[in-house]
C-alpha cells in the first residue's frame, strides 16, 4: 500500500507549488464596462484627464468671494448684490467680483472669481441683495479641478477586481470599455466507481458527485472558468487520459478522490506519469484534507483533492482559489473577508497541524446593549457530511503552534 510523503504545513506545500510554476501568461479581452462587475484589471489604468474638469458646487446657494463674508453672522450679515444665476451643464457668462454674488446650483459650475458657496440656508434675499448670516472659508462647498483625481494618476492597478464603484469611476473618466483578464479555464474530475451524476438514484453503495460542483462554484467566486469532465471509473488508462485532455485545454485541473493512501488510489501516479515535476506534495498537515496532493505537468497546475465534500471545499479555498487568482494576474495571498467572533466552546487540536472549522454566527446579545458582536458556534461533522459545511457562515482556522482555543476567547472568522 502505498504511503503519504512528509507531511507538509498547508503554507509550505502552497508555496513549493507555486516555485515549481512558472509565471503565468495573462491572456486579456476589452469588454464594456457596464459588464465587467467582477472582473480582473489586466493593465494599471492612469486617469487621462483631472476629475472634476471644472471647479463645481457641492451645495445649492450662492457663489461668492470668501473674503467677502468674514465676519458675517445672524446678528451682523454681510450684504452682496445678485448679479446673476449660474446655469447648470454650461459656462457661466458672469464674473464674481468684490460685494457680489450670483446664485449657484449642486454640481454647477464654479463662475470665474468665486472661490467658495455659501449654502443657501445661510442667505436670506433681501430686493436685489443677499444677505450672509455665515461667513465661508476660501473653498468651501466647492470641489476643485482635479480634487478627486489629477491628471495622469494611478485610478486602479493591473489585478484589481472591478466593483460597483469602480464602474462608476471608470465611466466618469470615460473608460467605457476596459481591458480584463480572460477567465482562466479549470478542469474538474471526480473519480471513483461508486460516484454517479446527481441526477441518477444513487443505489446502494453509491453516491452522488458533489464535489465538481461545489468546486465549480468556487472557481467562479474567485474569476475561474470551470470545466467539468464528468466522473472518471477507478482506471489507471482512463484516469490518464481525462487528465491529459483538461491538461490540453485548461490552465489548471482539479481531480476529487483518488488522493488517499489505498490500493486503487492512481490520481498520484497518473500526475507523475503525465508531466515533470509530477507530485510535490502527498499529504498536508491540515484537518481536513490531509491527503492532497499538488503537482505539477508541463507547467500547469494538478492538484487532487480528498473525496469527503468538506475537505475538497476547504482545500479548495486553502489552495485552489490563491491559484485561480495567480492565474488572473492578482497577488495569490488573498485578503478575505472576515469577522472577529467569540468562541462558545473550547476547541482542541494536534500541535504542529492546521485546523479548519466550520462555524454558524450568532449575534451577541447583551442586557446592556440590544445588539453585540457575533458569537462562534463551531459545527461539528464528519468531512464526508456535506451539510457540515452548509449550515457554516464561515471557517475558523487554529494555527499550526496552537493546541487549541478556549471558550470565551476572539477569534477570527473567515467568510465562506
Known amino acids: 500500500m502505498p504511503e503519504f510523503l512528509t507531511l507538509l504545513p498547508p503554507k509550505e506545500s502552497l508555496d ?13 479581452e476589452t469588454i464594456n464596462t457596464a459588464s465587467a462587475l467582477g472582473r480582473i484589471i489586466a493593465t494599471d489604468l492612469r486617469a487621462p484627464h483631472a476629475l472634476p474638469e471644472f471647479s ?43 460685494t457680489t454674488t450670483a446664485i449657484i446650483h449642486t454640481g454647477g459650475m464654479l463662475p470665474k472669481g468665486a472661490d467658495a458657496v455659501v449654502m443657501l440656508e445661510y442667505t436670506q434675499t433681501v430686493d436685489n441683495e443677499i444677505e450672509i448670516l455665515r461667513a465661508v472659508a476660501d473653498g468651501e462647498n ?14 486602479k492597478p493591473k489585478g484589481s477586481a472591478i466593483r460597483p464603484a469602480e464602474v462608476g469611476g471608470l465611466m466618469a473618466l470615460g473608460f467605457t470599455n476596459v481591458d480584463v483578464a480572460v ?14 451524476h446527481p441526477e441518477k438514484r444513487p443505489q446502494p453503495g453509491q453516491v452522488r458527485d458533489i464535489n465538481s460542483y461545489t468546486l465549480s462554484t468556487l472557481v467562479e467566486k474567485y474569476g475561474g472558468e470551470p470545466v467539468i469532465y464528468g466522473i472518471v471509473a477507478d482506471n489507471m488508462d482512463a484516469m490518464k487520459t481525462a487528465i491529459s485532455r483538461a491538461l ?22 497518473a500526475i507523475d506519469e503525465l508531466g515533470e515535476p509530477g507530485v510535490l506534495v502527498h499529504g498536508v498537515n491540515t484537518r481536513p484534507g490531509k491527503p492532497t496532493i499538488l503537482g505539477v505537468c508541463a507547467g500547469k497546475a494538478v492538484i487532487g483533492l480528498p473525496g469527503n465534500p468538506v475537505s475538497a471545499l476547504v482545500n479548495g479555498y486553502v489552495f485552489v482559489a490563491p491559484l485561480v ?23 482542541s487540536s494536534q500541535a504542529g497541524r ?16 440590544s445588539q453585540g458582536g457575533f458569537l462562534a458556534e463551531p459545527i461539528f461533522g464528519k468531512s464526508n457530511l456535506i451539510f457540515t ?28
Not at 477567465?183 to 454517479?196: L, N, R
Not at 490540453?248 to 501516479?269: H, K, Q, Y
Not at 492546521?354 to 446593549?369: F, G, M, N, T, Y
Open 16 to 28: 513549493k507549488l507555486l516555485r515549481n510554476l512558472p509565471d503565468p501568461q495573462l491572456a486579456t
Open 56 to 98: 463645481r458646487s457641492t451645495v445649492d446657494g450662492f457663489a461668492v468671494k470668501a473674503a467677502d463674508t468674514y465676519g458675517a453672522s445672524d446678528s451682523l450679515p454681510a450684504y452682496l448684490n445678485l448679479i446673476g444665476e449660474c446655469p447648470m451643464g454650461a459656462t457661466p457668462d458672469l464674473e464674481i467680483i468684490p
Open 142 to 155: 466647492v470641489i476643485r479641478i482635479g480634487e478627486d483625481v489629477a491628471l495622469g494618476d494611478l485610478i
Open 183 to 196: 477567465h482562466p479555464k479549470i478542469g474538474i474530475i471526480s473519480s471513483g466507481d461508486e460516484v454517479v
Open 248 to 269: 490540453s485545454e485548461c490552465e489548471m485541473v482539479l481531480i476529487t478522490a483518488g488522493s488517499s493512501a489505498s490500493a486503487r488510489d492512481m490520481t498520484a501516479a
Open 325 to 347: 487568482r495567480r492565474l488572473l494576474g492578482q497577488d495569490a495571498e488573498e485578503l478575505r473577508p472576515s469577522v472577529s467572533a467569540k468562541l462558545t466552546v473550547n476547541l
Open 354 to 369: 492546521e485546523d479548519w472549522i466550520p462555524v454558524k454566527l450568532v449575534p451577541e446579545r447583551s442586557e446592556a446593549q
Open 389 to 416: 459545511i452548509v449550515g457554516a457562515d464561515g471557517l475558523l482556522k487554529i494555527a499550526p503552534d496552537a493546541t487549541g482555543l478556549s471558550a470565551g476567547e476572539m477569534v477570527e472568522v473567515i467568510l465562506v
